[in-house]
């Protein structure tokens, strides 16, 4: 028995290190340009949050959640922008940054010749953008609570969920970055990304569309994304979120098998 576990536990061990030396590499090459990371990916979602959730919140008064709760229009967008920010931030590093990286620097042409490979590649890279991503997101939670829009402890629970959104959609971006040709086929995921922030209860309740189009707002990822946080920061339970979340584990398991064999095509070749 411990011949035939033990070669198994040492290459998941050894796996683990060389996804981490792609994070290191990251980490290492971005280091003091940091800070300017964290502010990008922090100020926008900052700003849709005073400038729609307290600006024309004042304008929209209280508003209905599922369960019966009411809460205050800031209250229900804030979970929106954090799980809107943990999307965008995980897509533009593991797309834009990660196409550049495969298509025009050519880094993985050398990494390959290591004994790191195409899977942990893509691990390393997931990590490095959740890395970025969970800055954001602890940063956006403490302003939440400063503002009063949820609770220290739903916060706590927030945060893993707001990574769970993070890593999904970064395995969903560099699936998706594998197929792009040139950067002009970002223009068509720029498109979607941004249908994506309008129609995915960010704004409004799903309840308020036409059935047929709330139907396709719920099957979308990022309204799976708001439904959950928003659930935790507001206090609404049920078994939904369970449903969110096996949504979004099955996202980051078909991402990364998607990549991981795509960038083996891509390298090997």
């Not at 979970?79 to 993985?108: D, R, W």
């Not at 956006?140 to 402890?153: E, G, P």
């Amino acid at each position: 028995m411990v011949s035939l576990v033990l070669p198994r536990l040492v290459d998941v061990s050894a796996a683990s290190r060389r996804s981490a030396s792609v994070t290191e590499r990251n980490v290492a090459a971005l280091r003091s340009v940091y800070w300017l990371l964290l502010v990008s990916g922090f100020v926008e979602p900052l700003l849709y949050l005073l400038s729609i959730g307290v600006g024309v919140g004042a304008l929209i008064g209280d508003i209905p959640v599922p369960g019966g709760e009411v809460v205050t229009y800031a209250a229900f967008v804030a979970p929106a922008m954090l799980a809107s920010s943990a999307m965008s931030g995980a897509l533009s590093e593991t797309t834009f940054n990660f196409f550049g990286k495969i298509k025009y620097m050519k880094l993985y042409d050398g990494v390959i010749a290591t004994p790191v490979r195409p899977f942990e590649i893509a691990l390393g890279e997931l990590a490095w953008a959740m890395l970025r991503g969970s800055t954001y997101s602890a940063a956006f939670l403490a302003v939440m609570v400063l503002m009063d829009l949820t609770t220290t402890a739903r916060a706590l629970v927030a945060f893993p969920a707001a990574v769970l959104v993070g890593f999904a959609f970064g395995a969903l971006g560099m699936a998706t970055a594998t197929f792009m040709r040139s950067w002009q086929d970002f223009d068509l995921m720029g498109s979607a990304q941004f249908t994506l922030f309008l129609f995915s209860g960010t704004f409004v309740p799903a309840e308020s569309y036409p059935t047929v189009l709330r139907w396709l707002v719920e099957v979308t990822p990022l309204y799976r994304a708001v439904h959950l946080i928003r659930g935790i920061s507001v206090g609404v339970d049920g078994w939904a979120w369970v449903l969110d979340v096996l949504y979004l584990l099955a996202a980051l398991g078909l991402g990364l098998l998607i990549a991981s064999r795509r960038m083996g095509g891509l390298l090997y070749k």
